[in-house]
């Protein structure tokens, strides 16, 4: 072993990350995005993420420092959750690109919506609970 050999992979990163996620991460994701498609913010949330996918890991850390303080107003285990998931180098990128591939019409036709408009299938189960809600 030479004497730099030791330093060659010290600040190497993963070439192929694991984009595998676990089905609870998978739901809390699907979750997310279903939020975000009900409210119309595709094209804003696509931009953040995007912009700060250099910030991600920064932005975990943030998330363990104020975890103590935003527990009390928030849930701590989804806190712990998406501080973990922020210290993943692909984290924003599969979040981006799960947005954008559900964002595009193509999977906002596969509806059980009766009147077969354009909306996603989280968002076609929450109005006919909405509507259900009415009567």
Same mark, same amino acid.
């Given at each position: 072993m030479t004497p730099l050999s030791w330093l060659k992979?010290?600040?190497a990163?993963?070439?192929?990350?694991?984009?595998?996620?676990?089905? =609870? &991460?998978? /739901? !809390?994701?699907?979750?997310?995005?279903?939020?975000?498609?009900r409210r119309?913010? =595709? &094209?804003? /949330? !696509?931009?953040?993420?995007?912009?700060g996918r250099p910030l991600g890991n920064l932005s975990a850390q943030v998330l363990h420092f104020v975890q103590p303080i935003a527990g009390c107003l928030f849930n701590a285990n989804e806190l712990q959750f998406w501080a973990s998931f922020l210290e993943r180098s692909d984290a924003l990128k599969l979040l981006a690109d799960r947005l954008e591939s559900q964002a595009r019409p193509s999977y906002c036709m596969q509806t059980s919506h009766p009147a077969?408009?354009?909306e996603p299938a989280c968002l076609a189960e929450s109005l006919s609970e909405g509507s259900r809600m009415d009567n």
């Open positions: 992979n010290a600040f990163l993963d070439a192929s990350p694991g984009s595998e996620v676990s089905p =609870e &991460v998978d /739901a !809390l994701l699907n979750r997310l995005i279903c939020e975000v498609m119309k913010l =595709e &094209v804003p /949330a !696509l931009m953040l993420l995007e912009m077969n408009s354009p």
